[in-house]
């Protein structure tokens, strides 16, 4: 799987969610501050990425995830294995 689909799946998910349309998702993007979501909003969305990728994240690891491209590092590592 590639960055850019990874990408993309990422914008699906997000777009799902009730973020601003104002909000360009790229992986420069926020997890919490551009997207304003809280920890509830947080949690679901990284619900439905692990859903996604057929995946667990735990807890520890979503705490370093900042940014969509910390989570598409993070992604690949974890699908290469």
Do not use: A, H
Request: charged share 40%; hydrophobic share 40%.
């Amino acid at each position: 799987m590639t960055r850019k689909i990874i990408l993309e799946k990422l914008q699906d998910i997000i777009r799902e969610q009730d973020v601003p349309k104002k909000v360009i998702l790229d992986e420069q993007t926020s997890l919490k501050d551009d997207l304003g979501v809280d920890s509830i909003e947080l949690t679901e969305f990284i619900i439905n990425v692990e859903d996604s990728f057929n995946l667990s994240i735990p807890d520890e690891d979503v705490e370093e995830l900042i940014r969509i491209g910390d989570l598409i590092d993070y992604l690949l590592e974890r699908l290469e294995k």
